[in-house]
């Protein structure tokens, strides 16, 4: 087995290699997709995406039947991707009032919606309380005093749940943590009793629970389980002082998924098994009636699911230092290398079954030096015109595009049993200056 079709592994599960050496994926021929939508092409496996969200219901549903699955969309937001959340029964978690906007073109139904953010405007809350969204998750004094004066002008009463900081360290990249202590996230523990009480003395709230949301890529359970200890014990406090019931709890989402062929992070299963029995065990511990679990994956949910499609141009040599390979894409496609160093694999897709010749670097076509795809990977040799496929495109590239050095972003295609269905076109220099006012 080459290294390159070990890699196999990190792409959607219908991803194999034909007889002419090329990847496939959903039944589709990636390098003849390249050739008929263009590069760079993001594709995704619509078995992959279904099978997801069906683990997800197992996994979870089976061991707690009372469990709300949320896909976090801003991980990768599209129509046809809600339509089918839609169909497989999940519900949303949204982080915007033009994430609430694009749910209600598809008419996604209002009460499975829940709101975060840690900086909601006036204006998002009252589109969040008119279109009828099911949870606002609270994140401040300041948005509680807004929300609750919105929702009495309106004559109405919202569910809300409070978002805690538990002040964990997820052991993940600082700027994908979000549940320590040093955060915008969140109401720190010092201030969490504060926003109970205020919460439960404002007629136009109704205080359903807790959420927290620790971080992403979260690869062991551990800092669930610390950041669950610390709310129920909080919640028992709420209860025997104010009589705040915990009917809810959002543990947020942030499992990790694999982008490289080293340790691979805990199957769903594990993630399942530990948050289910450690919140059962802690509350009767202490006494708790079990609340509702609320789940909210976005990466995890369709970051596998999702494939890049580069097409390979400039291959620079430089004697002794280093071999770049300029591909069509980079930053303004997925900047989460440029971010926070997000590392990726890569396969040629056209050389499946080559073997491996030496170190390369995969570098974008933007102008920034730092707009390097993937830092020394050691490929089959390459020429002008390879495919190179990145798996794990599917959450947090697309949504994060970037028009950069007037580039157009990619479109998207579905693949499933050799049929592939365009589901976002790819911009046009119409796009481009839409907005331009002369
Ligand atoms: C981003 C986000 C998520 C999803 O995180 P993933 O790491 O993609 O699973 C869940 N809940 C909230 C509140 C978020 O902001």
Redesign the pocket.
């Known amino acids: 087995m080459t290294e390159q079709v070990s890699k196999l592994i990190l792409f959607p599960l219908t991803a194999e290699v034909n007889d002419r050496g090329h990847l496939l994926v959903g039944g589709s021929d990636t390098v003849e997709l390249a050739a008929k939508f263009g590069t760079p092409l993001y594709l995704f496996d619509e078995i992959s995406l279904r099978r997801k969200c069906a683990e997800f219901k197992t996994e979870f549903v089976q061991r707690y039947a009372d469990t709300s699955i949320l896909y976090?969309c801003?991980?990768f937001i599209n129509k046809a991707l809600l339509l089918l959340i839609m169909e497989e029964g999940l519900g949303l978690?949204v982080?915007s009032g033009g994430e609430i906007g694009i749910a209600r073109t598809v008419n996604f139904p209002a009460d499975k919606i829940s709101f975060?953010?840690n900086n909601k405007s006036a204006e998002e809350l009252a589109l969040a309380l008119d279109y009828g969204v099911g949870r606002i998750?609270v994140d401040n004094f300041h948005e509680l005093k807004m929300l609750a004066k919105i929702a009495e002008e309106r004559g109405r009463r919202t569910d809300i749940l409070l978002?805690i900081s538990p002040g964990i360290d997820p052991h993940t990249h600082k700027y994908?943590t979000?549940g320590n202590i040093d955060s915008k996230f969140g109401f720190p523990m010092a201030n969490a009793q504060e926003a109970v009480t205020e919460a439960m003395s404002m007629p136009g709230l109704n205080l359903m629970g807790l959420?927290f949301?620790i971080?992403?890529?979260?690869a062991e359970t551990e800092p669930y389980h610390q950041a669950m200890e610390y709310i129920l014990k909080f919640a028992i406090e709420m209860k025997q002082q104010h009589g705040f019931e915990l009917k809810e709890l959002s543990v947020?989402?942030?499992?990790a998924i694999q982008y490289t062929l080293g340790s691979p992070p805990p199957p769903l299963s594990v993630y399942a098994e530990s948050i289910v029995s450690n919140m059962a065990g802690q509350c009767r511990k202490l006494g708790l009636a079990l609340p509702k679990l609320v789940i909210?994956?976005?990466?995890?949910?369709v970051g596998r699911a999702g494939v890049a499609l580069y097409k390979v141009g400039a291959i620079k040599e430089i004697p002794g230092v280093r071999c770049y390979v300029s591909v069509d894409g980079g930053m303004a496609d997925n900047i989460r290398p440029a971010l926070y160093g997000a590392v990726l694999e890569a396969v040629v897709a056209n050389k499946m079954r080559e073997k491996e010749a030496g170190k390369v670097t995969i570098a974008g076509k933007f102008c920034e030096s730092g707009d390097i795809l993937i830092k020394d990977i050691t490929l089959p040799q390459l020429s002008a015109d390879d495919i190179i496929a990145v798996p794990g495109s599917g959450?947090?590239c697309i949504p994060e595009a970037m028009n950069y050095n007037a580039s157009f972003k990619p479109a998207v295609v579905m693949v499933r049993d050799g049929k592939a269905r365009l589901i976002r076109r790819r911009e046009t220099l119409e796009d481009l200056t839409r907005c331009d006012v002369v």
């Open positions: 976090a801003k991980a978690d982080v975060a953010g998750i978002r994908i979000t959420h949301h971080g992403s890529q979260i947020g989402g942030g499992f909210e994956p976005g990466r995890s949910l959450a947090y």
